[in-house]
């Protein structure tokens, strides 16, 4: 029988076996070799702290709503629930219907972190060689990285400051190196994270513990920078990144925020400076803003091209790495103590 990473009860993981059942017309089941957590929207659900533990989200209305007292809800924290969210592996299964998957394929798609992995046949890609399991894994926070590089509307020569070197923000700095940004400075309180900003092309790094990012920044600018992209998901690096940029600049936001928000600030910088906020999010059915030019197919295959050209690279940013047996002490110990993690990924046995 399988086994996957389960929540059994708050604030816990355990590896559960599970029955995978039979495998329905249409649908492509892979045995996993490699598989990744997201951090901030896994880690934000298990807290407890979520905006969908008391309320549903009306994809009509597009707003939250309270959950109707009869209606089922998802248990808080993910109790009950597998997690993960992307995942590799080998195809074991072709359902009736599926011509673009054999036995043999090498496929890779969002899924939980356990032995097995049954999607419909359109919800997965085929690995590309030039793409390492590690990539593929990685694909979903480059995703997120390059909707909000698009978002702030980069130029050639821009200063921009990023707040949050997780694996979004790894990405975000890779992609402003490529897009040519004249100065880039990276915010984070680990110098785990803040050293590999700076192999990613970040030319200056701040520690919010230590200083205040408003005056750092313009201190290591010369001047306001241009753009401050925020994908720690902390109001408190939000404020940072308001008062790092100039009048009229762009403040992008791609964190999953939780807590009281009640001392932000918005008398202050954000007034008087007449600053823009976006809030950059690419999938829940959110069209590009670029649309129809750009739609979330053509961003997704933009990533992997990218990877594919050497412009994006997930060395280092998938770390740690443990072994499935693993799994379950790691995901507490990076929740609990996240200071040398950036994206824990899993292996498994094939």
């Known amino acids: 029988m399988p086994r996957g990473l389960f929540v059994d009860t708050p604030h816990h993981t355990i590896i559960s076996d599970y029955s995978d059942g039979t495998l329905q017309d249409g649908s492509v089941r892979f045995r996993s070799e490699f598989a990744a957590v997201k951090h901030g929207t896994m880690f934000h659900i298990f807290s407890g702290e979520s905006p969908f533990q008391e309320q549903r989200f009306d994809p009509t209305l597009r707003l939250f709503v309270p959950t109707p007292p009869d209606a089922p809800n998802a248990a808080p924290g993910f109790v009950g629930q597998f997690i993960g969210n992307m995942a590799v592996g080998t195809v074991v299964e072709v359902g009736a219907g599926v011509s673009d998957f054999r036995i043999g394929d090498r496929a890779y798609g969002y899924g939980p972190v356990a032995e097995t992995v049954t999607k419909v046949s359109a919800a997965l ?16 926070p480059a995703l997120y990285a390059y909707g909000a590089v698009r978002d702030a509307r980069i130029t050639l020569g821009d200063t921009v400051a990023v707040s949050g070197m997780g694996a979004i923000g790894l990405f975000v700095v890779q992609l402003l190196a490529r897009a040519g940004c004249s100065q880039i400075v990276a915010v984070d309180p680990l110098p785990k994270r803040r050293a590999l900003a700076e192999r990613f ?6 520690d919010p513990t230590a200083e205040d990012v408003g005056l750092a920044a313009r201190r290591l600018l010369g001047r306001p920078a241009d753009v401050a992209i925020e994908a720690s998901g902390s109001y408190r690096a939000l404020y940072g990144a308001m008062r790092s940029v100039g009048q009229c600049a762009r403040v992008v936001t791609l964190g999953y925020y939780k807590g009281d928000h009640s001392n932000l600030p918005f ?18 059915d959110n069209p590009s803003r670029e649309a129809p030019l750009w739609d979330l197919a053509r961003l997704e295959a933009t990533v992997v091209d990218f990877f594919r050209r050497g412009w994006l690279t997930s060395d280092g940013v998938a770390d740690p790495i443990v072994p499935f047996s693993q799994a379950a002490d790691a995901f507490m110990q990076t929740y609990g103590n996240p200071q040398d993690a950036i994206k824990l990924c899993v292996t498994f046995d094939v």
């Open 201 to 206: 092309g970040a030319t200056a790094t701040i």
């Open 267 to 284: 008398g202050a910088e954000w007034h008087h400076n007449r600053l823009e906020l976006i809030s950059s999010m690419p999938v829940w």
């Open 125 to 140: 890609h085929h690995l590309p060689p030039e793409l390492s399991p590690v990539d593929a894994v990685c694909l979903d």
